[in-house]
């Protein structure tokens, strides 16, 4: 059967809230958009698993992508929930040392903050303790600027607005191979390659599949191959009521923030995630997880019942460096940077993803138009 062939302006390669953010922003500039995505529906990986934290942008380095990106995001995010009606509440959060030695990292946090133009009360003693009666802390960070967000409301806000710019979704269209010269891009669509789209300008935004799709990418330089980890988080819902009406993270742990209480927007508790690098992608949550979470929860929150915390779902953050590897930012990749016109490559797009949506659209914007 011959292969069917259509040409289009500017295609998105993903329908993730990163993917809709950018799409929304290209089809707004007056371009031509279509987003291909592989499932059925908006949003079904790394946005539909993630804790719907809207973030400060307090733990990364100074100048980073992803604490500019996160810090105008945030901003940016706050306003755009607000006059589009996307539930959110500003509910704050705490970071809380158990220890001396924690206390003391408190410090060096409250100052990588302070860098990023994030603003940290400390709290100590009895302060701290008549802040959070229920919790066994010697100190403390308030986080004012913090909240949670509805995120699929989020992506049917964006998801509408592209369509009112013109732009559409096509479902079940993943990208198995592409090309690049000079002419433009030529992606081949379907599960058996039988369209040929091509397009003067494609962005990478596949998430999780991202560096496997550049790593099949005609034309692309061997430098612009990124390798991609994959850390597994579980999270566990707490039934019942709990005394909690604001985020708490104990310090930081390798590869992410620690086992952290969230809440949903209907005040339903939930923990997670941990860390657990794998070789394959997998969403299945270990029940026999919960006694770790457990023990990592009692060091802050000693009265926890155990009996209450039930298996809730996994995610998947796509990093660019492996358990020891340390700090990895953001990589969006544009024209300046691997050499191809017309396109922009997406990796390693995990927290503070959500949060940084509509300033990372900004930035592929800016990526293309230069």
Known sequence: MAQEQFSIQTVVIGAGVVGLAIARAL???????LVLEAGAAIGEGISSRNSEVIHA???????????RLCVEGRQQLYEYCASHKVAHRKCGKWIIASDAAQAERLVGIQAQAGRNGVSLALYEGAA???QLPSIRATAGLWSSETGIVDSHGLMLALQGELEDAGGQIAFNSP???????????????????????????????????????????SGLPERARPKKWLARGVYFSFSGRHPFNTLIYPIPEPGGLGIHLTLDLAGQARFGPDVEWIDEESYRVDPQRVRGFADSIRRWWPSLDEARLQPAYAGIRPKLAGPDGGFADFRIDGPEDHGVGGLV??????????????????????KLDN
């Open 57 to 67: 942008g307090i733990y990364y380095p100074e100048r980073s992508l992803k604490a």
């Open 27 to 33: 089809a707004r500039s007056g371009r031509e958009v």
């Open 175 to 217: 990208v198995v191979s592409a090309e690049s010269g000079p002419e433009g891009h030529v992606l081949k669509v379907g599960e058996a390659g039988d369209l040929l789209l091509k397009a003067r300008e494609v962005i990478n935004a596949a998430g999780l599949g991202a560096p496997a799709l550049a790593g099949l990418w």
């Open 345 to 366: 490559n997406l990796f390693g797009i995990e927290s503070p993803g959500l949060t940084s949506c509509l300033a990372i659209a900004g930035h592929v914007l800016t």
């Open 128 to 130: 701290m303790a008549c």
